[in-house]
C-alpha cells in the first residue's frame, strides 16, 4: 500500500486550498485516514482524523472550524480541505493509515503507512 498527498502550494493568508490523499489499494475500510503537519524546526503535529467507517471526525484546536476532512466514496481519497489560513499554517502535511484506536490518534507510531508529504506555504 502506499499514500500519495497532495495539492500543496503557495497561498495567501485567508486563502483556501485542499490536499489530497489517495491509496494505491483500497486500505481496509475499518482504518481511519489521519492528517499531520511538521512545520520548519519542529515536530510533526496532528491535524485531524476520518473514520472511514463511520465518517466521524476529529481535529486539533489549531484548525477545528477552518479545516475539514472528507473522503470519497470508494474509501481510496482523502481529502483536507484546509480555509482561513493562517501563516502559522505553513508546514509539510502528510497522511497516514494505520489500525489506530481513538486514545491514540495522535501517537505516530500509530499508523504503518505514510504519504510522502505535501508542502503547503501560507504567505501573510
Known amino acids: 500500500v502506499q499514500l500519495q498527498a497532495s495539492g500543496g502550494g503557495l497561498v495567501q493568508s485567508g486563502g483556501s486550498l485542499r490536499l489530497s490523499c489517495t491509496a494505491s489499494?483500497?486500505?481496509?475500510?475499518?482504518?481511519?485516514v489521519t492528517w499531520f503537519r511538521q512545520a520548519p524546526g519542529e515536530e510533526r503535529e496532528y491535524v485531524g482524523t476520518a473514520w472511514r467507517t463511520t465518517g466521524k471526525t476529529y481535529y486539533a484546536d489549531s484548525v477545528k472550524g477552518r479545516f475539514t476532512i472528507s473522503r470519497d466514496n470508494a474509501k481510496i481519497t482523502t481529502y483536507l480541505q484546509m480555509d482561513s489560513l493562517k501563516s502559522e499554517d505553513t508546514a509539510v502535511y502528510y497522511c497516514a493509515v494505520g489500525p489506530v484506536i481513538l486514545s491514540a490518534l495522535r501517537e505516530r507510531g500509530s499508523y504503518y503507512y505514510w504519504g510522502q508529504g505535501t508542502l503547503v506555504t501560507v504567505s501573510s
Open positions: 489499494e483500497r486500505i481496509g475500510g475499518s482504518y481511519p
